[in-house]
């Protein structure tokens, strides 16, 4: 069975500054999705950022980017020029390319202080 | 283009009674998928449905929960007999198809049993 653990149960960060979130994922798959949802105060899921296994490139969305490290099964966050609008839990969840189910990480509560 | 729609927002039942819980998926979407999170938790996946068919229901307790997705009308998610272990907020995802990889949140109900 597959397992995401997001080892920092709480982070903070300053504002402006960068913080980077870490996710490590168990799967004996070759083809899958990974993504980093954010879950702000009004508890509502947000997709970030989504990395398909089969491709190398990092993937970016503005100030948000992944260091996906397939080998190792790591696929960590990086938040840049942090905003206090980013403060919330983030989860990293995994989904198998032809599979129904996300499985989801425990989260990690990002703090911004100002 | 509406989002998942969820309601009720907050829902308090006493221990014993029931509780309905309803989704209506993004517009065009077939695919619905409840996740209940405990506080301080990640989401646990619970059912994955289709119209009219259970896909997988392994994530469902085997009593007193059901769920269903009618060919008219919303996905409910059925609780009988609420136990205080059942306080919680219930997320339902939708997708477009399954192999998307990408699921839509709504902003959950949350559920107290008092």
């Known amino acids: 069975a597959q397992t995401v653990t997001q080892s920092q149960p709480e982070m903070s960060v300053q504002e402006a500054e960068t913080v980077t979130l870490s996710c490590t994922y168990d799967?004996?798959?070759?083809?899958?999705?990974l993504f980093w949802y954010k879950q702000p105060p009004s508890r509502q899921m947000i997709l970030v950022i989504r990395q398909e296994a089969y491709k190398q490139q990092n993937a970016t969305e503005n100030r948000f980017s992944v260091n996906f490290q397939k080998a190792a099964k790591s696929f960590s966050l990086k938040i840049s020029d942090s905003q206090l609008g980013d403060a919330a839990m983030y989860f990293c969840a995994y989904r198998h390319l032809y599979g129904q189910n996300f499985v989801f990480g425990p989260g990690t509560r990002l703090s911004v202080l100002p | 283009n509406a989002g998942v729609m969820q309601n009720p927002r907050h829902l308090v039942r006493r221990r014993g009674q029931e509780a309905r819980l309803r989704c209506s998926p993004m517009?065009?979407?077939?695919?619905v998928y409840w996740y209940r999170q405990l506080p301080e938790e990640g989401l646990k996946f619970m059912v994955y449905l289709q119209k009219e068919n259970i896909i997988d229901e392994s994530g469902m307790p085997k009593e007193r929960f059901s769920a269903e997705f009618p060919k008219e009308g919303p996905s409910i998610l059925r609780i009988q007999q609420v136990v205080r272990g059942d306080s919680a907020a219930y997320f339902c995802?939708?997708?477009?198809?399954?192999?998307?990889?990408?699921?839509?949140f709504g902003e959950g109900s949350r559920l107290t049993v008092l």
């Open positions: 517009k065009g979407h077939s695919h």
């Open positions: 995802a939708s997708s477009f198809r399954e192999n998307t990889g990408e699921l839509f």
């Open positions: 799967t004996s798959e070759s083809d899958y999705y």
